[in-house]
């Protein structure tokens, strides 16, 4: 395959401690041809930003994850600014949203963080990345309010809220979820998705597909969750990977 843009990746993450540089330089040879790094605190925003400095075909975002809103300072907004205001390959915010998943989670403070970070990027004319897990409705709601531009990434919910979420006009992404034996709601509501609002990621160093589940995911194995996002819609694995290439590009402004 080639063409991949894989849109939501963590490459400063402690996983690649050891041979990020090695991973990186050799992505592009295994068919990737754009990344985007999405940012879960005000640190590795930071470390995205270095990361797209240094490589051509890398692009960062810079937000706030919802689990990381207890360590975020009050000036959290105003040094977000400045970030991505360093450099022009900061494209987007994110990532933000809703995460209820763990116990002794506080809904109010996540909330107020996912709206304080949409407003920033209606200020900043730039499209959001969305997390929401366990917390479709408020993310919804949210949304519907809100009306960004951008993507819910990581997409494992139902086709009902998928419908919901195309209606606001977002984007969708999916992850090697799809490739899981457990996939059948990820693929119901791929299924859902039309072809312009549909984006491939990998989530890495998190969620590889199978045949590779358990082992640190790359971007380069999104040929295996594109084929079987082909097998869905259709049409040849290339052909979706070129097609959701340039629906990442177009809706993080990348020429």
């Given at each position: 395959?080639?063409?991949?843009?894989?849109?939501?990746?963590?490459?400063?993450?402690?996983?690649?401690?050891?041979?990020?540089?090695?991973?990186?330089?050799?992505?592009?040879?295994?068919?990737?041809?754009?990344?985007?790094?999405?940012?879960?605190?005000l640190e590795d925003s930071a470390a995205n930003v270095e990361l797209a400095k240094r490589y051509g075909y890398i692009y960062a975002a810079a937000g706030v994850h919802p689990e990381s809103v207890d360590e975020t300072p009050a000036d959290y907004i105003d040094r977000l600014k400045s970030l991505i205001a360093s450099h022009p390959k900061v494209k987007a915010?994110?990532?933000?949203?809703?995460?209820?998943h763990y116990e002794n989670y506080?809904?109010?403070?996540?909330?107020?963080?996912?709206?304080e970070q949409l407003a920033l990027?209606?200020?900043?004319?730039?499209p959001v990345i969305?997390?929401?897990?366990?917390?479709?409705?408020?993310?919804?709601?949210?949304?519907?309010?809100?009306?960004?531009r951008g993507v819910v990434h990581c997409f494992s919910g139902s086709a009902e809220t998928a419908k919901e979420i195309l209606k606001t006009g977002m984007y969708i992404g999916f992850t090697g979820v799809l490739t899981f034996k457990n996939a059948k709601?990820?693929?119901?509501?791929?299924?859902?998705?039309?072809?312009?609002?549909?984006?491939?990621?990998?989530?890495?160093?998190y969620m590889a597909p199978e045949p590779l589940r358990g082992r640190r995911s790359d971007s380069s194995m999104i040929e295996f969750m594109a084929a079987k996002a082909a097998?869905?819609?259709g049409i040849p694995v290339q052909e979706l990977i070129d097609i959701?290439?340039?629906?990442?590009?177009?809706?993080?402004?990348?020429?």
């Open positions: 395959m080639t063409g991949i843009f894989d849109t939501h990746a963590h490459y400063a993450d402690s996983a690649f401690d050891e041979d990020r540089e090695q991973v990186l330089e050799e992505l592009p040879r295994k068919g990737v041809k754009l990344v985007m790094l999405a940012g879960s605190s915010v994110g990532e933000i949203g809703l995460d209820y506080d809904r109010e403070k996540q909330i107020r963080f996912f709206r990027a209606a200020e900043l004319d730039m969305v997390h929401s897990r366990n917390a479709a409705e408020d993310t919804v709601d949210i949304l519907k309010e809100f009306r960004p709601k990820a693929l119901k509501a791929l299924a859902e998705v039309p072809m312009d609002r549909l984006l491939m990621e990998t989530d890495c160093p097998e869905v819609k959701t290439c340039r629906n990442g590009m177009t809706m993080y402004g990348i020429e």
